[in-house]
C-alpha cells in the first residue's frame, strides 16, 4: 500500500494522497488520489496505475462523476485541477490550446478578452475542459456551432499503459490520420485520460437576443419549434421547457449576430414564433439540466419532437427541458418512476429514432434499469476498449455495455 | 493467381456473373484515381449494387484472406482508392439512390455512390442545400466524402463531412453490417462515426450515409478583390477575421494561379493582379449587408485596387468558375503538375508563401497558389514538365518541402485530401511513433487483419496480433497446428 502511494508521490512531485472521504466516483470509494501537474506527470501516474493494477478514474471539478454507471472497481482518482494552465490562445487563428483541468468559466473569461469563446456552454456550473470531453455535454448553442465534438481539433491523450500519444492538431483545417478527438470526446474517460485539448473558438457576436412564447401542448410546441428551423433568422439555439408535466411549453430562441442584424431577425422571429411571442431577458431556465433525482437524456429526430413530448407526457410525471432545434431533451423524473419511464420511452423511442440514456439516478434505480440502453455497433465499441485498455483499468464498467 | 480466380467464381455465384470483372482490359479502367500518376491494375472488380453485395464482397475477401479497396468516383487526389494488385476493387459507384430528403427533420439519406451536388440539387425545391462543398463536387461522390472527410470553399463557417454526416451504415472488415449514427444526435456509445469519417477507407465501407441539410442562406454577397500582391491579399484576409466576421468563403489565387485560370476559362480577374481574393458572405440579409460593408472596406484599407460584386447569381458563377477551375487550369500553362495540400495556422501565411516563393526561385520550380485563405489550407500547385530530365524529381522535392513548412508552422500535411497513397510517407514528420501507434489501436480493433485499404494512411501497419493481456480460448497458431505453447 504505502508502496503504491510513493510511486504516485514520486510521480506527482508529491501531489498524491490516501484518499479522503470525498474521494468517491459514482459512489464508488477510492483508495488513492494523484494530481499530475503536466502530460508527464499524467503519463507517470498512469504508468503507476498499469504497474500495480490500479482502476482509474479521472476528476474535474466532480460534476458528474456520478454520471454513467458506477464504475467495477476503483482505486485511484486522477485529479486533473493542477492541469490549469490556457497553454496557447492563436485569437488570428481562432484556435486555442488549454490543458484539461482549466474550467470553462476561466478559459471563457480569457477567450473574451479577444472577443472570441469556445461555443460551448457551461451546462453544469464548474465544469471543466476535461468534465466537457468526457462527457460530450453540449448546450444550446450546439445549433449553430456544432458540439463539443465538433469544435475539438486536437488532443493530447495518456493511454492505460501511460503512453502519451497526441491526434488532430491546432489548425482548424486537418484530415491527416484518424480523427481520435472525436472517439475520446464522450467516452467517460474509458480510452484514455486527455492532458490537453486544441478547439476551434468563434468570435462573440456584437448582439444577442431572445425571444421566447408559450405554448399550450406538445403539438404546438413542435409546430413552433419547426417555424424557427426553417426560416431564415439562423437562430444560435431552439430551446424548450416543460416544468409541469402536460402543461404548456415555453420555447425560447436565442438570435447572435450584427447589432442591425439582430434587431431586424428578432422582429421576423417574433412574427414567425407567433402564440404571443415577445423579444425579452434570457430566460431563468436557460442551459440549465432541470433538477431531480433522476436526469434522462433523450434525444429524437428533428420530426419527432412533439411524439417524444407526448411519449413522455405517457411515461410518467416528469419536467423537460434542452435543445429543441437539436433534438436533444433532459426529462427529470421521481426515482420511484424512473425504472418504469426509462423502459416505456425506450420502447417508443425507435418511433422518433431515439436513444434514452439515464445521466443520473440513485443506485436502487440503477439496480433496476440499465443506465445506457441498446447501443448500436457495441461489439466494435468492446474491439476498442479492448485495445485500448486491455486490462479494463480505465474507468471499468462506468459506459456502455459495462465498458 | 489462383486465389483471385477462386475468389471470383465465388462471386460471380453470389453477386452475379455482371458484377465481377476480370478481363485484364477491363480492369485498368480503375488502376487510378484522381491521383494518376500511382498506378495498380486491381486483381478483381465487383461493381456493389446493395448492401448485402458490399457484405458478400467482404467476407468473401476475409475468408481467402484478400485485401479489399473501396472506390467511389475516383476523384481521391490522395490516391485512397489506388487499387491492390493481388485485391478485389470494390466499386460503390452503382449505388447512387437519394432514399430519401426530408425536409422537416433536415436530414437526407443516401446511398455512397450518390452525387455530392445531386444532394444540392435533390433539397434545393425544400430551400435546403448539403453544405460541404469540394471543388470536384459535381463529380465525387459521397461514400468518397465520408472516406476523406472532403471539405471544400465553405468549410470555414459551415465545417467539413464529419460535421454534416450523422450517420452510416457501414460494412466493417470482417463483412458485419453495422449502423452507426442516424437522423437523432448523440447515440450511445463511442463516437465511432467520428473516427470512421475521413478513415480512408481503412475501417470498413459506407454503405449508406445520412447527412444534415443546411437551410440555403436568404442572401449571399459575393467579392473579388484585386492586389498587388499575396501580402496586401493576406492583410485582408486577417483583417476580416479580426473583426469578427466569418466568410463562408475567403479563397485566394496569386499571379500564376490567376494566369492558368484566364487561359482556361477567361474568367476576367482585375487586370495586373498579383492576387484575387474570392470573399463570399451568406446569411440571413440584414447581417449580409452590414458584415459586406465591413469586408469591402476592409479590402480597401488592406490595399485593394479593384472591387467586384457579383450582381447575380450569373457573376457569381463566373467569378467561381476561375477558382473551381483553377486546378485544371494549371494544364493550360504547364504539362505536368503535382497539387500539393497542407495546413498552416492562417496567420502565418504571408511567411509561408515568401518561403514558397524563396523554393521555387531557388529551384527553378514554378509553383501557382490557389487556397483557402480563410482556414490556412494551401493548395500549391508545382508546376514541371515531365519530358525534361529530373523535373519531376525536382517538382516532388519541391512539393515535399512545401508540406516540411507546413509542419514547421504547426500545420498539417493534408487539409482536404487526405494522405492515402501519397502521403503516408510524411505522417511520421507529422506524428511521434506513438501518435501513429494509437491510431491504430482503433485500426486493428475494426481491422486485425489488415485487409481494409492496406498501405494506405500508415507508413508501417502495426501487427495487430493478440490484445495484449487477453487470451480468449486457444491461440489460433496452436489451433492451426503450427505452434506449440508451453
Request: with cysteine; hydrophobic share 45%; net charge negative.
Amino acid at each position: 500500500m504505502t508502496d503504491v502511494l510513493d510511486a504516485l508521490q514520486r510521480a506527482t512531485g508529491g501531489h498524491a494522497a490516501v484518499a479522503g472521504e470525498a474521494d468517491v466516483a459514482g459512489g464508488v470509494p477510492a483508495k488513492w488520489v494523484a494530481a499530475p501537474g503536466s502530460t508527464e506527470e499524467a503519463a507517470a501516474v498512469l504508468r503507476t496505475a498499469a504497474a500495480e493494477g490500479l482502476a482509474v478514474a479521472a476528476r474535474g471539478a466532480g460534476t458528474k462523476l456520478d454520471w454513467g454507471t458506477p464504475p467495477r472497481r476503483l482505486d485511484l482518482i486522477v485529479d486533473i485541477g493542477r492541469l490549469d494552465r490556457v497553454i496557447e490562445h492563436a485569437a488570428g487563428d481562432l484556435v486555442v490550446i488549454a490543458q484539461a483541468g482549466v474550467p470553462l468559466r476561466t478559459l471563457g473569461e480569457q477567450l473574451a478578452e479577444a472577443g472570441q469563446r469556445l461555443a460551448v456552454d457551461e451546462v453544469v456550473p464548474g465544469t471543466t475542459v476535461g468534465g466537457m470531453l468526457a462527457t460530450g455535454l453540449s448546450g444550446p448553442r450546439r445549433m449553430l456551432a456544432g458540439a463539443v465534438r465538433d469544435l475539438v481539433l486536437g488532443v493530447t491523450l495518456v493511454r492505460a499503459d501511460g503512453v502519451v500519444a497526441k491526434a488532430g492538431g491546432k489548425v482548424v483545417k486537418n484530415v491527416a490520420g484518424y480523427d481520435l478527438s472525436k472517439l475520446v470526446c464522450g467516452a467517460y474517460g474509458t480510452l484514455g485520460l486527455v492532458t490537453e485539448a486544441n478547439f476551434r473558438l468563434h468570435p462573440i457576436p456584437p448582439a444577442a437576443a431572445y425571444v421566447t412564447a408559450r405554448v399550450p401542448d406538445a403539438a404546438a410546441a413542435y409546430a413552433a419549434v419547426q417555424r424557427m428551423l426553417h426560416g431564415q433568422f439562423v437562430p444560435t439555439a431552439v430551446e424548450l421547457d416543460r416544468p409541469e408535466p402536460g402543461g404548456p411549453v415555453e420555447i425560447a430562441v436565442l438570435l447572435e449576430g450584427t447589432e442591425a442584424g439582430v434587431t431586424a431577425r428578432t422582429a421576423q422571429a417574433v412574427e414567425a414564433l407567433g402564440d404571443g411571442a415577445a423579444e425579452g431577458p434570457q430566460p431563468g431556465w436557460w442551459g440549465a439540466l432541470p433538477a431531480g433525482d433522476v436526469l434522462v437524456k433523450v434525444t429524437t429526430e428533428l420530426t419527432g419532437t412533439g411524439r417524444l413530448l407526448d411519449g413522455i407526457e405517457k411515461a410518467a410525471p416528469a419536467a423537460v427541458r434542452g435543445s429543441a432545434g437539436v433534438g436533444v431533451l433532459y426529462a427529470s423524473v421521481a426515482a420511484p418512476d424512473a425504472a418504469g419511464f426509462v423502459l416505456a420511452l425506450r420502447d417508443a423511442a425507435p418511433s422518433w429514432q431515439g436513444s434514452v440514456v439515464m445521466l443520473t439516478a440513485p443506485p436502487e434505480v440503477r439496480s433496476e434499469v440499465d443506465s445506457w440502453g441498446p447501443v448500436a455497433g457495441l461489439e466494435l465499441m468492446r474491439k476498442v476498449k479492448d485495445r485500448f485498455d486491455p486490462d479494463a483499468l480505465l474507468a471499468p464498467g462506468r459506459f456502455v455495455g459495462g465498458i | 493467381m489462383a486465389g483471385l480466380s477462386e475468389l471470383a467464381s465465388r462471386l460471380r455465384t453470389e453477386l452475379g456473373t455482371e458484377k465481377v470483372i476480370d478481363d485484364r482490359q477491363e480492369l485498368r479502367t480503375y488502376e487510378c484515381d484522381g491521383l494518376a500518376h500511382y498506378k495498380v491494375v486491381p486483381g478483381l472488380v465487383v461493381l456493389a449494387r446493395s448492401t448485402a453485395d458490399v457484405a458478400a464482397a467482404v467476407r468473401a475477401c476475409n475468408d481467402a484472406g484478400v485485401p479489399f479497396v473501396a472506390r467511389g468516383s475516383g476523384t481521391g487526389l490522395s490516391g485512397g482508392a489506388l487499387p491492390h494488385a493481388d485485391g478485389i476493387l470494390i466499386v460503390m459507384s452503382q449505388m447512387r439512390e437519394i432514399l430519401e430528403i426530408d425536409r422537416d427533420g433536415q436530414r437526407a439519406v443516401v446511398e455512397p455512390g450518390v452525387i455530392n451536388l445531386q444532394v444540392t440539387r435533390a433539397a434545393a425545391a425544400g430551400g435546403y442545400y448539403y453544405a460541404p462543398d469540394p471543388s470536384s463536387q459535381q463529380v465525387c461522390s459521397i461514400g468518397g466524402n465520408v472516406a476523406e472527410n472532403s471539405g471544400g470553399a465553405h468549410c470555414l463557417k459551415y465545417g467539413f463531412t464529419t460535421n454534416h454526416v450523422l450517420g452510416v451504415e457501414f460494412v466493417d472488415p470482417s463483412g458485419n453490417v453495422i449502423e452507426i449514427g442516424g437522423k437523432a444526435p448523440d447515440s450511445p456509445g463511442y463516437d465511432l462515426l467520428g473516427t470512421i469519417v475521413g478513415s480512408e477507407g481503412t475501417l470498413g465501407i459506407a454503405t449508406r450515409v445520412t447527412v444534415k441539410l443546411t437551410r440555403a442562406p436568404e442572401s449571399v454577397e459575393t467579392l473579388l478583390a484585386g492586389f498587388d500582391d499575396t501580402d496586401a491579399a493576406g492583410q485582408a484576409v486577417s483583417a476580416i477575421i479580426a473583426a469578427g466576421v466569418i466568410p463562408a468563403a475567403v479563397e485566394m489565387m496569386d499571379a500564376l494561379a490567376i494566369e492558368a485560370a484566364e487561359e482556361a476559362v477567361h474568367c476576367g480577374y482585375p487586370e495586373g493582379a498579383g492576387a484575387v481574393l474570392v470573399v463570399e458572405l451568406d446569411g440571413p440579409a440584414s447581417e449580409v449587408d452590414a458584415q459586406f460593408a465591413d469586408v469591402k472596406r476592409l479590402c480597401d484599407q488592406a490595399g485593394a485596387f479593384e472591387l467586384r460584386v457579383a450582381a447575380d447569381d450569373a457573376e457569381r458563377a463566373l467569378i467561381w468558375r476561375g477558382r473551381k477551375s483553377a486546378f485544371a487550369a494549371v494544364g493550360r500553362i504547364s504539362p505536368d503538375y503535382i497539387v500539393q495540400d497542407g495546413v498552416i495556422p492562417r496567420t502565418a501565411l504571408p511567411e509561408v508563401l515568401r518561403a514558397i516563393a524563396d523554393l521555387s526561385g531557388q529551384s527553378g520550380v514554378r509553383v501557382a497558389n490557389v487556397f483557402h485563405a480563410g482556414d490556412g489550407n494551401l493548395h500549391p500547385l508545382v508546376l514541371f514538365d515531365d519530358a525534361v530530365d529530373g523535373a519531376a524529381e525536382a517538382a516532388e522535392k519541391v512539393s515535399g518541402q512545401i508540406l516540411d513548412l507546413c509542419l514547421q508552422h504547426g500545420g498539417s500535411i493534408t487539409g482536404e485530401h487526405g494522405v492515402g497513397a501519397d502521403k503516408a510517407k510524411h505522417m511520421p514528420d507529422m506524428f511521434t511513433a506513438d501518435d501513429l501507434d494509437t491510431m491504430q489501436l482503433v485500426r486493428c480493433a475494426f481491422d486485425p487483419n489488415g485487409l481494409s485499404n492496406p498501405g494506405k494512411v500508415f507508413p508501417t501497419p502495426r501487427l495487430c496480433g493478440e490484445v495484449p493481456g487477453r487470451h480468449r480460448g486457444a491461440h489460433p497458431l496452436v489451433e492451426a497446428g503450427l505452434a506449440e505453447q508451453f
